[in-house]
């Protein structure tokens, strides 16, 4: 017989029928003639019900079923007898796969605490809310292609090892297979990476960017989805070490089309989720976050608020709050007021632009009051930045001046500028955090639990 998944089985039950599911034990309930067994095979996070006739099986085989246990049962789907499911299969056979020691199965009926189960990440995929977790974040990886390839953008697989630093801030991973403790050195003592792997320094990047540009202004657009690492040591719920990005970039976009392009996308996604993982979503709602589904019907259904860095700036200085970090212009925002901006002042998600050209990447074109560049930030309630992005300085001139300027190493940007040398082009792009969407939609509350195995500073297990 075929092996039915439990999803499958629910959502057109063959009454009557023989069945065969295999899956792992939640829960076990017995009395005297009867042993009830909520069997989930992660295809869903429903649970199938097996009655079990004790009379029909070996006693021993019966005392082997415990929580965590792997089995294989066949049976005839019934609609069942009892209160909380639609359909048991009755079993006819067991094997059982793999035992699970009661004593030091570590997943019991008791809830957990995040941190605990954090411990236990090789084990926590077997609960009820990890479960919805990463169901719901393959649903919106697929979605993000689907959305994609749908508007006819071309994903691109830009490199993890590379030589550049694309956003210029030095919080970089070192790739290399020399010696660590025996680094050949140059004369003034830096070392030297000539017979190193790649004959130059390299790191893991932090952005596929850059390389996206170049194919954008050959392919239109593009998008990039993919591991990008960062070590900043930021030991906060947003950020990771290694996480995912999604960066479209696209040619003869300008910053209204990029901020457009990025309303439509999170809330095409926010609207696939809701469509597609409801059963996950309302155990979320439920047990995690009573205002997840609200929250996301309500972003869905209102325009996110648009204003420039200069207006926030003075919104933030009006509002007469005591703030942390100190409120200027020229000063980078902080968590704090971003949050003041989405969750106070506007209720909603904004985007800021125009930020002042000194606390953002060299590559954002430049407005003409010489201060400013074409930056976006999107921010969410709750999360803060879930995207940030720009137009792209165009120019070649004016780029070359901007990497002199801030003493980035212009002869390995060369292959950069040459797309500003041939055939420029205006155009846009920007970067979703994969890990940040995924918080937001399944109103968890902190990353290492939205990503299967967080790296963060100071833990790189499993
Ligand atoms: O704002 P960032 O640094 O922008 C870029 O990397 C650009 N190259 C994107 C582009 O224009 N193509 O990062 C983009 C997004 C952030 O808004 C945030 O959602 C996420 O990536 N992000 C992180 N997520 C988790 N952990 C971290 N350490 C993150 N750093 C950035
Ligand atoms: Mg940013």
Redesign the pocket.
């Known amino acids: 017989m075929k092996r039915k998944k439990v999803k499958k089985l629910l959502s057109s039950p063959r009454l009557g029928s023989n069945v065969l599911v295999k899956g792992w034990v939640r829960t076990k309930r017995e009395n005297k003639n009867i042993i009830f067994i909520a069997l989930n095979d992660g295809s869903t996070i429903k649970n199938i019900q097996i009655v079990v006739d004790t009379a029909s099986f070996k006693e021993d085989m019966l005392k082997d079923i415990t929580t965590g246990a792997c089995l294989a049962v066949t049976g005839k789907l019934v609609e069942s007898q009892g209160q909380g499911q639609s359909f048991e299969i009755n079993a006819k056979s067991i094997e059982i796969y793999g035992k699970s020691d009661p004593e030091t199965y570590p997943l019991q009926k008791k809830g957990h605490s995040m941190e605990f189960l954090r411990e236990i990440a090789h084990l926590r995929f077997r609960t009820n809310t990890f479960g919805a977790v990463f169901r719901i974040r393959h649903a919106m990886a697929f979605a993000i292609h689907k959305y994609f390839n749908g508007k006819g953008f071309f994903y691109l697989h830009t490199p993890i090892i590379t030589g550049s630093d694309?956003?210029g801030a030095g919080e970089m991973f070192h790739v290399t297979t020399m010696d660590l403790k025996n680094m050949p050195r140059n004369e003034d003592g830096s070392v030297d990476f000539r017979n190193d792997f790649f004959g130059k320094e390299t790191n893991l990047t932090?952005?596929g960017?850059l390389e996206g540009e170049l194919g954008a202004l050959a392919l239109g657009d593009i998008y990039t989805f993919g591991p990008t690492f960062?070590a900043?040591n930021?030991n906060t719920p947003?950020?990771?070490a290694e996480?995912w990005?999604i960066?479209p970039e696209m040619s003869f976009y300008d910053l209204n089309d990029n901020m457009d392009l990025a309303e439509e996308f999170v809330k095409y996604l926010i609207k696939y989720a809701l469509d597609n993982c409801h059963e996950d979503l309302e155990f979320l709602n439920n047990m995690i976050d009573k205002a997840l589904i609200e929250r996301l019907k309500f972003v869905l259904e209102n325009e996110f608020v648009r204003i420039t860095y200069t207006e926030a700036v003075s919104i933030l200085s009006a509002s007469g709050k005591k703030w942390e970090y100190q409120v200027g212009w020229g000063r980078d925002l902080q968590a704090e007021h971003e949050r003041y901006l989405v969750e106070e002042h506007f209720k909603r998600p904004v985007i800021l632009t125009d930020y002042p050209k000194e606390i953002k990447a060299f590559y954002m074109k430049q407005n003409d009051d010489g201060k400013t560049v074409r930056a976006m930030d999107v921010l969410f309630p709750g999360i803060g930045?879930?995207?940030?992005?720009?137009q792209r300085e165009e120019q070649y001139d004016r780029l070359l001046d901007r990497i002199k300027e801030m003493k980035l190493p212009e002869k390995d940007l060369g292959w950069y500028l040459d797309a500003r040398k041939f055939g420029t082009a205006p155009h846009s792009?920007?970067?979703?955090?994969f890990?940040?969407l995924i918080l937001f939609v399944t109103g968890m509350s902190n990353?290492r639990d939205v990503i299967p195995f967080p790296r963060t500073p100071k833990n790189a297990e499993f």
């Open positions: 694309a956003e932090v952005s960017q960062r900043e930021s947003r950020h990771l996480f990005m960066e930045e879930i995207i940030g992005g720009s792009g920007f970067g979703l955090g890990e940040r990353i």
